[in-house]
């Protein structure tokens, strides 16, 4: 343990060591770095970019080994043709100065070009165009997450902002629903190994889940590549529990979200589509439930005024006068059916006598009666013609009055 006491800066004390403030040797270091590194090209990947309302870009360039802080001023990064991005492999023009505040350096950029895709964005892309061709982005494959949802499986950190804000919005929006939380790192050599476990471990012991909501909060490229492995892709796809996925913020898209059933822009938006407002639910329920009461009030109403139709009609109410009408149509019904019979009889005994008549005029024996006779021979022929008699053949003669038997004695 140093003990002395500082009476003096930037003085050589009785023993003559000279003492400096933080701000001196900080200045000593600016002052170092910039005059050995005025001008300096360097070639990194663009990662934790971010632009702030100054105009100013913050990044950090990197490449395997290690990361260097560095800052575009808004006057320099207006000219650039390309926006940056995480992932992007650019070539940086600028010096080398440190930022005393924090006694820290940095590359102060003054031009930067494009010079190709980053390692760890070239891994995304190749990973994305292998599961892309596999299948495992098809909207064919998507599970539909249910309207109402009862009990809910998270996977993130049990210490993220994430697990906060999800547990915010499911308190406010439906503080009734189940919650089941699997802690996991998000971050990590061994975070895609627990998450990928999580979502197995979920599917085979809780079953009963209506959804896995698997996510972190916002971060670098860096920061979200355990969603980008391919363990991890392939436990979300084979996952028979409705996986959403809800990784960063709104601009950061990785593997997880392409296979992911639904992907949530934030992990507050995943909790929003689980978990349906109850105020507005609530709502729903009591409007359908006044169109039933006003559809069984109606249905009530029509069905009395039916019954007490019925309850006054006659039939109902007098029903005898049904059978004494019944028994009037009877007696109408019989008169008529006897009227036409009569009718009937009538004209077939006019026909009849006409008939009569008719035959009573060719009748023989109305020839009979005006002296004409007929004869028979014994077989009772008629007899036409006197070859139809001989000498000694007893005949018939039939007169008005009766018959008279005779013999031929001539022909």
């Given at each position: 343990m140093f003990d002395f006491e500082i009476e003096n800066n930037n003085q050589n004390d009785d023993d003559g060591k000279l003492i400096y403030s933080v701000t001196q040797i900080n200045n000593e270091i600016k002052i170092i770095l910039e005059e050995n590194y005025p001008q300096v090209w360097i070639c990194g990947e663009i990662s934790s970019c971010k632009k702030y309302s100054s105009g100013h870009l913050y990044f950090n360039l990197k490449d395997e080994q290690s990361q260097i802080s560095a800052v575009m001023f808004a006057g320099y990064n207006q000219k650039l043709k390309f926006i940056p991005k995480d992932g992007m492999q650019v070539l940086a023009y600028g010096r080398i100065t440190a930022y005393l505040q924090r006694g820290s350096y940095q590359v102060q950029v003054f031009f930067m070009k494009e010079a190709g895709i980053g390692t760890l964005q070239e891994k995304f892309e190749k990973?994305?165009?292998?599961?892309l061709k596999e299948g495992l982005f098809d909207e064919n494959h998507k599970k539909q997450i249910p309207y109402l949802v009862n009990k809910i499986g998270v996977i993130t950190s049990k210490d993220g902002a994430a697990l906060h804000d999800i547990l915010s919005v499911l308190n406010r929006r439906y503080s009734n629903v189940q919650v089941l939380i699997y802690p996991v790192r998000v971050q990590g050599e061994t975070a895609k190994y627990e998450i990928e476990e999580a979502i197995k471990y979920l599917n085979k012991n809780?079953?009963?889940?209506?959804?896995?909501?698997?996510?972190?909060?916002?971060?670098?490229?860096?920061?979200?590549?355990?969603?980008?492995?391919?363990?991890?892709?392939?436990?979300?796809?084979?996952?028979?529990?409705?996986?959403?996925?809800?990784?960063?913020?709104?601009?950061?898209?990785?593997?997880?979200?392409?296979?992911?059933?639904?992907?949530?822009?934030?992990?507050?938006?995943?909790?929003?589509?689980?978990?349906?407002?109850?105020?507005?639910?609530?709502?729903k329920i009591e409007k359908l439930q006044n169109v039933i009461i006003d559809k069984m009030e109606s249905l009530i109403s029509i069905y009395t005024d039916k019954i007490n139709y019925l309850k006054n009609c006659r039939a109902l109410s007098k029903p005898y006068l049904i059978y004494e009408d019944r028994i009037q149509y009877v007696d109408d019904l019989k008169e008529k059916i006897i009227f036409y019979i009569k009718n009937i009889i009538e004209n077939k005994n006019h026909n009849?006598?006409?008939?009569?008549?008719?035959?009573?005029?060719?009748?023989?024996?109305?020839?009979?009666?005006?002296?004409?006779s007929v004869c028979f021979d014994k077989q009772g022929n008629v007899i036409k013609t006197k070859k139809q008699v001989n000498v000694d053949d007893i005949i018939n003669i039939k007169l008005t009055d009766g018959n008279i038997e005779t013999k031929v004695v001539e022909e």
């Open positions: 990973l994305k165009n292998k599961l809780h079953k009963e889940l209506d959804v896995l909501l698997v996510g972190r909060g916002g971060g670098s490229l860096e920061d979200l590549w355990a969603f980008n492995e391919e363990n991890v892709a392939r436990a979300i796809f084979n996952s028979e529990i409705p996986v959403i996925s809800c990784v960063g913020h709104e601009v950061d898209f990785t593997i997880a979200d392409f296979v992911a059933d639904v992907r949530a822009a934030t992990p507050s938006v995943a909790a929003e589509i689980v978990a349906k407002n109850k105020i507005d639910l609530e709502e009849l006598q006409l008939k009569i008549q008719k035959l009573d005029l060719l009748s023989p024996l109305k020839i009979l009666q005006r002296g004409y």
